[in-house]
């Protein structure tokens, strides 16, 4: 693509982010992927890894099972994550973007449009929970101004921690992609030595002596516990990728990008995940308070001097996820093909949260769970999007990264490749047909391909229908696409200018 105009090569971070979802110039392309690291750390070391480890330990197994299954659940989807970032650094494109090379322009529309939701819709609840553990903060330093009877936060207390943590978001948002790899890399360093003390002061409540109590679960047990660690984590980021990874040199090694991506999310789960391990093992009581609400179970057993850095700790951690993810949902906007700059879709995500979090904080007090569980059914097509994207770099690839792909029928691209829509729609259905909800109006309408008493099992527990659709999915439109050759190639009927090609993909 066209690089006139383009910006110096090593922008301030104080500079406002230009570019959109075209690809980034190769004149604005610097750093190494150690960068990546820090992002993607600081997206991940949440005290809610805590639960994390509980959940999967309450499936049946013994310590040491939940541990590796875990752990491995992690490694293995974060690794997929590792991979579809690849597609950045060759392409320079925003991993919502370079899914067009798959569905087509305006088949792109349907995936991106539920990767879309399901990232406000999660950044709506981050905020939320950030909003309510600030709060909490004041009622204790202060409750007769910001703590109610129960002990809990006034009103007057979450608006204000809303409007600052809101602010802080936006703000970093707004500044775009080296502003966010600089803050977020900050945050990694502070959050992680902060939780280091976290798990020192929380060991002690871990009753070493009954760490056997719990014997082993059979093997789909175990299996079951490494596909629910696979979908609590690293399969809910296959869609943002290539968005922190897009502007390293178009020639960065791939396992590089692998390596620091799949390591900054998998280190913090994984040892936050060992921790609920050992508490659920060893401490039930302490485990089931966790699992229903990590924050509040755990930081009541902090002594007051480490309590109020560590809220604030946790709020910041929970603000570095709201950032990455306000600045991918604002890519993923114009994926779907809203007319705005990516600056202008931060303003709309802003109102759109805004909305969403003020409805859960002051105005409904049952919708967070039926939210929720929506939300979860979104990972089932995200799963199998990433799926089809992954085995379609094959086809990427061998067309040397071809951005024009992009781009409209006539122009490099296509309207719609019916390989991958079909794959999409037939794994969807059925991934959506083995996954129960919590939630049961949405459990009316899903499962509906399990049989009779599989409701409370291991395929339904730990949402394997997730996974299962991600590789029918995938096994499906390679079928189509490399054994029987449905390649759909890519339409040039319309040759356009440079500068043409460039405004049509921005």
């Known amino acids: 693509m066209s690089e006139q105009g383009a910006a110096p090569r090593n922008p ?94 305006h088949g792109n529309r349907v995936p991106a449009f539920f990767a879309y939701l399901s990232n406000v819709g999660w950044k709506v609840t981050i905020i939320t929970l950030a909003s309510t553990t600030g709060a909490a903060l004041f009622a204790r330093l202060w409750p007769s101004a910001f703590a109610k009877s129960d002990g809990t936060g006034t009103t007057p207390a979450i608006v204000l921690w809303f409007v600052v ?46 760490l056997g109590d719990t014997g082993n679960g059979s093997f789909w047990t175990f299996v079951g516990g490494v596909i629910m660690a696979m979908t609590m984590v690293g399969l809910g980021f296959l869609n943002y990728g290539g968005d922190f990874a897009r502007y390293l040199p178009r020639g960065t090694r791939a396992r590089g990008v692998i390596g620091w991506t799949a390591g900054g999310i998998t280190l913090p789960v994984a040892v936050l995940l ?29 002594p007051l001097w480490f309590f109020i850095p560590f809220s604030v700790v946790i709020v910041i951690s929970l603000v570095a996820a709201a950032i990455t993810g306000l600045y991918s949902s604002g890519l993923a906007l114009l994926a779907i093909g809203v007319p705005t700059s990516r600056a202008g879709t931060t303003v709309i995500n802003m109102v759109l949260i805004s909305a969403g979090a003020f409805y859960l904080l002051f ?28 085995l379609d770099f094959v086809r990427q690839r061998r067309l040397g990264w071809d951005v024009s792909m992009a781009l409209p029928a006539g122009y490099g691209g296509r309207s719609g490749r019916w390989t991958a829509l079909v794959s999409l729609v037939a794994a969807s259905v059925v991934g959506l047909g083995l996954v129960t909800s919590s939630d049961p109006n949405i459990g009316e309408v ?19 229908g997730v996974v299962i659709a991600m590789i029918i999915g995938a096994a499906l439109y390679a079928l189509l696409t490399y054994g029987l050759r449905f390649q759909v190639p890519g339409d040039r009927s319309k040759p356009a200018e440079p500068e043409q090609r460039e405004a049509v993909v921005r």
Not at 38 to 58: A, R
Not at 364 to 390: E, K, N, R, W, Y
Not at 446 to 464: E, M, Y
């Open 12 to 105: 301030s971070a104080s500079t406002i982010e230009k570019n959109g979802v075209n690809p980034v110039p190769d004149a604005e392309r610097g750093g190494t992927p150690r960068g990546l690291f820090g992002v993607w750390f600081s997206w991940n070391v949440s005290i809610m890894g805590v639960g994390y480890g509980i959940f999967v330990f309450g499936l049946g197994l013994s310590a040491w099972q939940a541990i590796v299954a875990g752990i491995l659940g992690y490694v293995l989807s974060s690794l997929l994550v590792g991979v579809l970032a690849v597609g950045g650094p060759r392409t320079g494109l925003p991993t919502l973007t370079q899914t067009r090379f798959a569905f087509g322009l």
């Open 363 to 390: 105005v409904s007090d049952s919708f967070l769970a039926t939210f929720q569980a929506f939300l979860a059914l979104i990972a089932v097509p995200m799963g199998t999007m990433g799926g089809i994207q992954l």
């Open 165 to 210: 943590v809101l602010a802080a978001t936006v703000v970093a948002a707004v500044f775009g992609h080296r502003f966010i790899v600089r803050i977020e890399n900050w945050i990694a360093w502070v959050t992680g030595a902060f939780t280091l003390v976290f798990i020192g002061l929380i060991i002690p409540h871990v009753h070493w002596s009954r």
């Open 274 to 302: 060992v921790l609920g391990v050992l508490l659920a093992g060893t401490n039930p009581s302490l485990g089931a308070k966790a699992a229903d609400a990590p924050i509040a179970a755990l930081t009541e057993l902090l």
């Open 446 to 464: 899903v499962g509906f391909l399990l049989p009779s008493g599989a409701q409370d099992g291991i395929v339904a527990k730990t949402n394997l």
